[in-house]
DNA sequence: AGATTATCTGAACGCGCGTTCAATACAATC
DNA sequence: GATTGTATTGAACGCGCGTTCAGATAATCT
């Protein structure tokens, strides 16, 4: 027996790609199996070369789509008026966008260290770029009077971890929803960097 | 040939402790043998038996010490006077803490998910523990008018991933100083729990 | 209907894994 | 200098790993 009916590679190419992101993101990229991931997506370990070139490719391509499109879904984000517009629309893109994406973003955080030399830099520099969108942010807030940082760099990295530290508390149904995250984060935000 | 010359229990054991907590917290527990670990410490995989009774226990006890220091060292901090000087103390001694010991918090902080629910539960504890200190005080600066933090709650662990955020970032060497980096964070905390 | 192509199976490859244990070498004690 | 106890070796256990590939099946094309 080979193929089943109904399988074709534009279901089973992106079923591994689910599958491969929310078992690693569960339990580590070095902890999950070629065979777990196929037997998840209902194929034999061996169907997966068809789909990527070995495993660490894998993750690599999840990686680097999650982050081309965290930057495309921000780049789409309507510029707000001035600074503190942008600064709030970014602090409310952010939470929204990483709780969206829970696994990816998890994933994103812990297994860049899965990846080859070449691969990780390209992470790190799609994840630099990110990082730079806040920091003009600030630093325009700060040129303009609006915003006090005395180190703009290290304020967007702090923002950005404090922004991302939500995912690892934050369950659906529970005491507070996602605007509610948003108002309390944006008002911590918005008074870290008052002038 | 069996014991070299010299070896003692009472250093080959914390060597494998050390060994074993700089190589989890490079490669990750799960990318990690314990062939690695014993080449490392000079002795063959066998010898580690001696010392733990297998990988899981090792990685549990290491993050099981890590954050009995952790609260031990807070616990040592004299108690400012008021909220505002108690959290200062909190937030530089975060920071510092965390420097001395960035291996160990990157472990805390990623390879949980590899203990098994008990083990996993003692070390969640610990972790809330710790949080619970910080919500304490700024519980206390919101009765006393000091801080404004609509949910201390959500307010602690916001203030705790941003601070934790310094170990992914900071290089020894590098263009700040520790206390420097203390002074930033603790001007952003102090402002975004203002009243 | 027959040939071709895309998709998948199932078995195999060599290798390293966590762990156990009898044998052994050294240190301490008598 | 013999005995005892501790620290360690080295080989072995069964198992699962990532990856490859010839063969089988289903869909598509002529």
Redesign the interface.
């Known amino acids: 027996m080979a193929r089943k009916t109904g399988s074709h590679s534009e279901i089973t190419g992106p079923r591994i790609r689910a599958v491969a992101r929310s078992l690693f993101a569960?339990?580590?990229?070095?902890?999950v199996s070629m065979r777990q991931i196929a037997a998840e997506v209902g194929v034999q370990a061996g169907a997966l070369y068809l789909y990527t070139p070995d495993k660490e490719t894998l993750l690599f391509e999840l990686l680097k789509a999650h982050m081309d499109e965290l930057l495309a879904a921000w780049d789409a984000v309507p510029a707000g008026d001035g600074p503190l517009a942008r600064l709030e629309a970014f602090v409310r893109f952010h939470i929204r966008f990483n709780l969206d994406r829970a696994e990816a973003v998890f994933l994103s955080y812990?297994e860049l260290?899965?990846l080859g030399p070449e691969n990780f830099a390209v992470i790190e520099g799609l994840r630099r770029d990110y990082e730079t969108r806040l920091e003009t942010i600030l630093r325009d807030g700060v040129v303009e009077g609006l915003f006090a940082?005395?180190?703009s760099k290290?304020?967007s990295?702090?923002?950005?971890?404090?922004l991302?530290?939500v995912t690892?508390?934050y369950r659906e149904g529970g005491r507070?929803d996602r605007d509610a995250?948003g108002?309390?984060?944006w008002?911590?935000?918005r008074?870290?960097?008052?002038a």
Chains 1, 2 share one sequence.
């Not at 008074?191 to 008052?194: E, L, N, Q, R, T």
């Open positions: 569960r339990y580590g990229f070095a902890a812990m260290r899965n940082a005395p180190d290290v304020a990295l702090a923002i950005i971890a404090m991302t530290g690892t508390w507070l995250v108002d309390i984060y008002d911590m935000v008074k870290a960097v008052a």
